[in-house]
């Protein structure tokens, strides 16, 4: 049994029983198992989050293959989706854009080379994937935009290509961001 608290008090609602909530300016029904809000008779369709890093970051890799994840200390707004170390949480099943960037400062060894991109629970989304040779002179910067299937825990990691070793620039120097795009049924 489940109480709701009203202007009279609580109210007891057993499980299955059919709740609203009726106000002049919101009509919200709770049915389904999982639930469906509907506000003013309208699916629910947003979900959205982000987050990014502005801390300096170091990145030494030996061999190919190697990952490592990138720190994200920044929370921005979200919506229905949630955050977890360094990444995302996406509690509701669907397609999403991805929009993501890394920039790292000049190194100081030529010819060094590296590949990132977003993972959705620990495994590199083939699509996001970014592959670039590290400038001497400016900032390297490896983004891009997608849709995909998302479910579970979203990240940026690097995917080591060969020996390198760099920094992230100063500032804001990597974000990751999700936004559902497909209607909530």
Known sequence: MFYINGNGGPIPIRFGEEL????????????????TVEIDGKARETAFGGIYSNMMQTFAFTAIDQIEQVQLNNFMPSFDVGTVTNGLQIYFPGEYEINYMIRIAPVDVPDQTISAGVRQNDTFIDSTMQYSTLSTTEDTILQGSIIEYLSGQVDLAFLSTDAARFNLSQLTNAALTVKRISPFL
């Open 20 to 35: 609203n909530f009726i106000s002049p300016n919101l009509n919200i029904n709770i049915f389904d198992n999982p639930a």
